[in-house]
């Protein structure tokens, strides 16, 4: 007897099958079939929810990097906390790696997912970087910051952080990385608009590599 289900949670099968054999398998050798017989599914089912493979690939992005999202919008919307915090805390909960679990983000790095991994970098930049420039135009309008492009150094910062502190993408051990991320800091200062060192305290009372 054939299992109707509603449409999103027929969705959410098809994307969370999908990402898992994505995974396992690498993007590249997974076809829609496996997809099909994992679930027990016939491809017009498929189809009547995702054009193609790498449709559901976008969607399956999309649904890890709102993981990412969710928690950052938390953050972003504590007015109490001073921007300064604020802009701290939203940085380091950008770092995939915090969030997505070791187990994943080592699959993710493997040549076989190059595809996933960097639309997964794309997807979290391009949903993130309103909220980070949100946080900086609030410090512009206290006289917190002097930001003049909040959006491009929202992109710059978030971009960097989420390449140069990957160690998928860069070879490096926590001193290199620490050493990165002091430097990340000292440009968001002169981007921001901020005396120089008033970022770092900030950084160490939240974050310790």
């Not at 016939?42 to 999202?69: N, P, R, W």
């Not at 001073?82 to 969030?99: N, S, Y």
């Not at 608009?193 to 939240?206: I, N, Q, R």
Request: hydrophobic letters at 45%; proline letters at 2%.
């Amino acid at each position: 007897m054939r299992v109707v289900k509603e449409y999103d949670e027929r969705k959410n099968e098809i994307i969370d099958t999908a990402a898992f054999l994505f995974m396992e398998k690498g993007y590249d050798r997974c076809s829609v079939n496996d997809i099909l017989n994992k679930i027990g599914i016939a491809k017009g089912t498929f189809y009547h929810y995702f054009k193609s493979k790498e449709d559901v690939l976008d969607a399956a992005v999309d649904k890890m990097s709102e993981q990412i999202l969710a928690q950052v919008q938390e953050i972003a919307g504590k007015k109490d906390i001073p921007p300064v915090d604020r802009i701290i805390k939203v940085l380091l909960a950008t770092r995939a790696q915090d969030q997505t679990g070791e187990a994943l983000i080592e699959e993710m790095h493997k040549n076989s997912n190059a595809l996933l991994h960097q639309k997964t970098l794309v997807s979290i930049i391009t949903m993130l970087t309103p909220i980070f420039a949100e946080i900086v135009e609030e410090g512009n309008a206290a006289g917190i910051f002097h930001c003049t492009y909040p959006a491009q150094s929202a992109q710059i910062l978030l971009a960097a952080t989420l390449t140069l502190l990957d160690d998928g993408i860069f070879q490096i051990d926590k001193i290199e990385a620490a050493g990165i991320f002091e430097a990340l800091i000292a440009a968001m200062e002169k981007m921001l608009g901020v005396a120089d060192g008033a970022l770092f305290e900030k950084m160490h009372m939240y974050w310790q590599f």
